[in-house]
Structure formats: structure tokens, C-alpha cells
């Protein structure tokens, strides 16, 4: 079994998006809309890492916070807790509660991610992969550097988010809507265009003569980080 993560959210739309965003990045995701379902979850089976809303039914965020890290199964368990409180004062107060990490609403879904990867590394450095490989592409998430054939590739910070977003789901089709929400955010406004110069960018930077090229155009669909490549 994977890294597995839950997600404490009654909001259903950012519940769905958090959870396509985390099972694209590999992750094993659950959802509860309630505190108190999520305790009883808790209870059955402890995750690598929790996603908590600090407003819920049920039971609140903060008294859920505050239960977590008064059972020693749960004690240091990863938290996140995600609020539309962007006060001094409440950040402090989540922050005391037991959280490890806060998140104001509206956030960059790029950001959070890198939030869950930066917290899972510190906590439990041997679910997170920091190098992505597939054929003779390498990608190190944290030195940020892409090789191809030994051979240092220099990508812009989009181009890189870009080709790490499209191989850690090798074969999924991914709409431009899709790459817009996973790497730019879904906070973001602009033109669905922009993600086809990005991608003639990557392949510019990545493709060599005679070599393969690992992103597929899918028409009338998408782009995908070609399945095959890795067997090429």
C-alpha cells in the first residue's frame, strides 16, 4: 500500500479536487466531510498524513486537531489544516492545537502539494520519492534538476512543474483544464492556450535528435507522459 492520505473537508468540490490532485501525485486518498466520522476513520486506521478543514459538523477542526494529538497512535501523525482564517492570531492558535502545517484559503494546489511532500520528507522520509524516472529522463524533486542521457536539461520553474506533473502518472490523459488546476492552480486565471506553449516549450527542452519524445498529444484530449517511454 502507498502513502496514504485523509482528507477532512466538507466543502465537496475542493474535497474532489484535493483528492484528484493527491492521487495524481500517487497517493492512496480518502474523504470525510464530518469530524466526528473522521475520528472514528482515525480510529480504524491511522494515515501517513491528514488534510483537516478547521470548520466542520460534527466536530471542529481544532477539537479534532486536539484529540489526534492526545492518543499516542495519533500523536505524531502528520497535520494540515486548511481555513479560510488568515489571521495572525488563528494561525497561531491551529498552530498550537497540534497542526504542523496552515493553509489559508484560497491556496495554490502546486503549493499544498509541496507542503504535503515537505511534511511527509520530514516526518517519514521514505514515502516521499524526491527522483522521478522514466527511459533516460531524470527528474530530482529536490535539487530540481533534469537530465536526459546524463545530460543536464535547463527548464524554466513552469516547464519543470509541467514534466514532473506528467510523470508521476505515466499514461493518464491530462485535459489542458486538468494541467492548469494541477500546476498553475485552480486560483489562477488564464487562457487554457497557455498550457500548449508550455508544452512546445518542454518539448524543446527535453527532445533530442533521434531520441523519442515523451509527451504524447492526445487530439481532441490532451497531453500524456507517453506510457511506453520508459521500455524505449
Same mark, same amino acid.
Given at each position: ?54 470548520? $466542520?459538523?460534527?466536530?471542529?477542526? +481544532? /477539537? &479534532?486537531? @486536539?484529540?489526534? =494529538? ?5 500523536? !505524531? ?53 524526491? $527522483?522521478?524516472?522514466?527511459?533516460? +529522463? /531524470? &527528474?530530482? @524533486?529536490?535539487? =530540481? ?5 546524463? !545530460? ?63 509527451? @504524447?498529444?492526445? =487530439? ?13
Amino acid at each position: 500500500m502507498g502513502t496514504r492520505v485523509l482528507i477532512v473537508e466538507d466543502e465537496e468540490p475542493l474535497s474532489l479536487l484535493l483528492r484528484y490532485n493527491l492521487e495524481a501525485e500517487g497517493y492512496d486518498v480518502d474523504t470525510v466531510a464530518r469530524g466526528d466520522d473522521a475520528e472514528i476513520r482515525l480510529r480504524e486506521l491511522v494515515p501517513d498524513l491528514v488534510l483537516l478543514d478547521w470548520m $466542520l459538523p460534527g466536530l471542529s477542526g +481544532i /477539537e &479534532l486537531c @486536539r484529540r489526534i =494529538r492526545s492518543r499516542q497512535e495519533t500523536e !505524531r501523525l502528520p497535520v494540515i489544516m486548511l481555513t479560510a482564517r488568515g489571521e495572525e492570531t488563528e494561525r497561531v492558535r491551529g498552530l498550537a492545537t497540534g497542526a504542523d502545517d496552515y493553509v489559508v484559503k484560497p491556496f495554490s494546489v502546486p503549493e499544498l502539494l509541496a507542503r504535503v511532500r515537505a511534511l511527509l520528507r520530514r516526518a517519514k522520509p521514505s514515502h516521499v520519492a524526491n $527522483l522521478l524516472t522514466a527511459g533516460d +529522463i /531524470e &527528474l530530482d @524533486r529536490e535539487t =530540481r534538476r533534469v537530465r536526459r542521457s546524463s !545530460r543536464e536539461l535547463h527548464l524554466g520553474p513552469t516547464e519543470f512543474r509541467l514534466l514532473e506533473f506528467l510523470m508521476q502518472s505515466p499514461g493518464r490523459v491530462f485535459s489542458r483544464e486538468q494541467l492548469l488546476d494541477g500546476v498553475w492552480g485552480h486560483d489562477v486565471y488564464i487562457d487554457e492556450r497557455t498550457v500548449d506553449v508550455h508544452v512546445g516549450r518542454l518539448r524543446k527542452a527535453i527532445n533530442r535528435p533521434r531520441k523519442p519524445d515523451p509527451i @504524447r498529444t492526445v =487530439r481532441g484530449a490532451g497531453y500524456a507522459f507517453d506510457e511506453t517511454f520508459a521500455r524505449d
